[in-house]
């Protein structure tokens, strides 16, 4: 699954400036892709928090877990300024926020079901013998 969705969001950073998944993934240091690379690591951290950086690093070619954390902190700094990149990042946070939104309510139904279940049980057994 996480590769799944790591995948869907490599494929849209990558289109979004004409490059490939290998491009972002690869060892390359110019400047597009470090950036389309960071938009890429941001919206997976954002929308996958469970993830580790180290995680993160894996998906995009084995890069250290500092690597990702000053990406990520990076494409943040360029959001929330509003230069550069930041429509196309935002774009990014939009298109995965829509497909992310039925997953979180499945698993907000998920959790409620199996504390409503537990709290049965608990009620099973701490009800008093005769």
């Known amino acids: 699954m996480t590769r799944v969705i790591a995948r869907r969001v490599l494929d849209a950073a990558a289109s979004q400036v004409g490059l490939s998944v290998d491009d972002l993934t690869g060892p390359s240091r110019k400047l597009p892709l470090v950036w389309a690379r960071a938009r890429?690591?941001?919206?997976?951290?954002?929308?996958?928090?469970?993830?580790?950086y180290k995680t993160i690093g894996a998906l995009f070619g084995g890069r250290d877990h500092s690597t990702v954390r000053h990406a990520v902190a990076e494409a943040q700094k360029r959001l929330a300024s509003?230069?550069?990149?930041?429509?196309?990042?935002?774009?990014?946070?939009?298109?995965?926020?829509?497909?992310?939104?039925?997953?979180l309510r499945r698993a907000i139904e998920t959790t409620a079901f199996r504390l409503a279940w537990m709290q049965q049980c608990l009620a099973v057994v701490e009800r008093p013998r005769a």
């Open 40 to 52: 890429a690591m941001l919206v997976i951290r954002r929308y996958r928090s469970d993830l580790s």
């Open 82 to 103: 509003g230069t550069g990149d930041a429509s196309l990042t935002q774009e990014l946070l939009d298109l995965f926020g829509r497909d992310a939104a039925p997953a």
